[in-house]
C-alpha cells in the first residue's frame, strides 16, 4: 500500500488528569507511533503537549490549534480541509461537524442512553448527537468491545460490517508491588487501612457506589470483620453524592490518585470490588489483574468480556450477591490463588500493540475504500 497521510485528534492526551478516554488516546497513539510503518501521522492538540509524552520521530508532525472554543468542529476541521489526509482518526466518538475524506472514529460506550441520569442534560443530548453523527458519516467505528459494537447496531442501526472490535490494551508499567515500604508509603499518602478492598473510577451513579457501599456494609455487619476497609479511589463525578457513604464506617475516599501511586494502591488491596452497571470496557479490571489483585466485577455489558473466567461476576443490583463475593473472596485463600493467576493471562491478552496493528489496519483500509 502507498504511504498514507493520517490525521490524528490528538487533543486528550494532554489531559492534566487522565481517565479512561484520555488513557485510551494516549497509549493507543504511543503504540501506533511505534509500528513500523510508511505512513505519516500528523497529530493535532489544543495545546503544546509536553516534550516527553509522545516519541519524536521524523515521521510524525505534531500540530497544535489554539482555538478556545469548537475545537473540534472549527479548528480541527479547518485543519483538515486544509491539508487533506487520506484518512482521518478521532479516538473518542466526535467527528467534526463538516471535513473532508474518510474517517475512523472509536466509540467506547453508550452508558448516556442506558443511565441518562448520570449526565447533564445537554451533555447526553450532545453525546447522542455526535455519537449519531460521527457513527454515520465514519468510514469505519472501532468499538472497544463486543457490548459496544451490539449497542451501535441496536441504537445507532449502524450495519456490523462498518463495525472493527478492536480492544484496548493494558497500561504495561503497571505490575504488581512487592516492596512493604512502598505500598506502606501509599496507604500513608491517602489515609488508607493496612487491609483494604477496592473500587477504582470516577464516582458517579453508573458505577453502582451506593450499592457498593450497602453490600460493603451488610458484608462488615454479617462477618464482624472491621479490619478491612472499603476505598473507593477516584474523582467525584457528576451527580455524586455524600450521602452513599454517609454513616459508613470503613469507608475511605481517596480522590484523584496520582498514576505514579496506582499499581502500589492495586497491589496492596484484598481485592478489586467493580459492580459497574455498565461499562463499554472496563480498564480497572485488567489493571487489577496486572498488579496480581483478584476482581469482583459485574455480569452486564462489557465487563464479562473483560475480565473472562478471571473473576467473581456478581448481578451489580443485587447487594447480598455482592457481600457473598466479598466474603468468598476474603476468606478463601485457594480462590484468591486461582484467581490471581488467571487474572494475569486474562490481562495478558489486551496489549497496545495489538490493539495499534488492529487500529492501523482499519485505517489503511477506511483510506483504501472506494478506490
Known amino acids: 500500500m502507498r504511504p498514507l497521510t493520517i490525521a490524528i485528534d490528538a487533543s486528550r492526551t494532554t489531559a492534566a488528569r487522565r481517565t479512561g478516554t484520555e488513557n485510551y488516546a494516549l497509549q493507543l497513539l504511543r503504540a501506533l507511533l511505534a509500528l513500523d510503518?510508511?505512513?505519516r501521522f500528523r497529530l493535532y492538540f489544543r495545546n503544546d503537549p509536553p516534550p516527553d509524552l509522545l516519541p519524536d520521530l521524523p515521521h510524525v508532525e505534531?500540530?497544535?490549534i489554539r482555538v478556545p472554543r469548537l475545537w473540534t468542529h472549527i479548528g480541527f476541521a479547518a485543519a483538515l480541509w486544509r491539508t487533506r489526509p487520506d484518512v482521518t482518526f478521532v479516538p473518542a466518538h466526535t467527528l467534526p461537524l463538516a471535513f473532508p475524506g474518510r474517517a475512523v472514529v472509536t466509540v467506547h460506550d453508550l452508558g448516556y442512553i442506558y443511565f441518562p441520569e448520570a449526565h447533564p442534560g445537554f451533555s447526553?443530548?450532545?453525546?447522542?448527537?455526535?455519537?449519531?453523527?460521527?457513527a454515520r458519516r465514519a468510514t469505519r467505528i472501532l468499538a472497544d468491545s463486543l457490548a459496544t459494537a451490539r449497542d451501535l447496531s441496536a441504537h445507532y442501526d449502524v450495519s456490523p460490517n462498518k463495525i472493527a472490535l478492536?480492544?484496548?490494551?493494558v497500561d504495561t508499567s503497571l505490575a504488581r508491588v512487592t516492596d512493604a515500604e512502598r505500598l506502606a508509603q501509599v496507604r500513608a499518602r491517602y489515609g488508607l487501612p493496612q487491609t483494604y478492598l477496592l473500587f477504582v473510577g470516577t464516582l458517579?451513579?453508573?458505577?453502582?457506589?451506593?450499592?457498593l457501599v450497602r453490600s460493603y456494609a451488610r458484608w462488615r455487619r454479617e462477618s464482624g470483620r472491621v479490619d478491612v476497609g472499603l476505598v473507593l479511589a477516584g474523582q467525584q463525578g457528576w451527580l455524586f453524592d455524600?450521602?452513599?457513604?454517609?454513616?459508613?464506617?470503613?469507608?475511605?475516599?481517596?480522590g484523584y490518585v496520582d498514576d505514579a501511586d496506582v499499581a502500589a494502591l492495586y497491589s496492596g488491596a484484598l481485592a478489586l470490588v467493580f459492580p459497574s452497571l455498565y461499562e463499554g470496557f472496563g480498564f480497572p479490571v485488567l489493571e487489577a489483574m496486572r498488579c496480581g489483585t483478584p476482581v469482583i466485577t459485574s455480569t452486564t455489558s462489557s465487563l464479562p468480556e473483560v475480565a473472562g473466567d478471571a473473576a467473581l461476576l456478581v448481578n451489580p443490583r443485587d447487594e447480598a450477591e455482592i457481600a457473598q463475593a466479598i466474603d468468598r473472596i476474603v476468606t478463601d485463600e485457594a480462590l484468591r490463588?486461582?484467581?490471581i493467576e488467571r487474572g494475569y493471562e486474562q490481562a495478558g491478552r489486551f496489549t497496545w500493540q495489538r490493539a495499534a496493528e488492529q487500529t492501523l489496519r482499519?485505517?489503511?483500509q477506511a483510506a483504501g475504500a472506494g478506490k
Open 37 to 39: 510503518t510508511p505512513h
Open 62 to 64: 505534531r500540530r497544535v
Open 166 to 169: 478492536v480492544y484496548p490494551g
Open 242 to 254: 455524600p450521602r452513599w457513604t454517609e454513616g459508613v464506617e470503613g469507608v475511605h475516599l481517596t
Open 362 to 364: 482499519v485505517l489503511e
Open 337 to 339: 490463588a486461582a484467581l
Open 124 to 134: 447526553r443530548r450532545y453525546l447522542d448527537w455526535t455519537t449519531r453523527t460521527s
Open 204 to 211: 458517579q451513579p453508573r458505577k453502582n457506589i451506593a450499592r
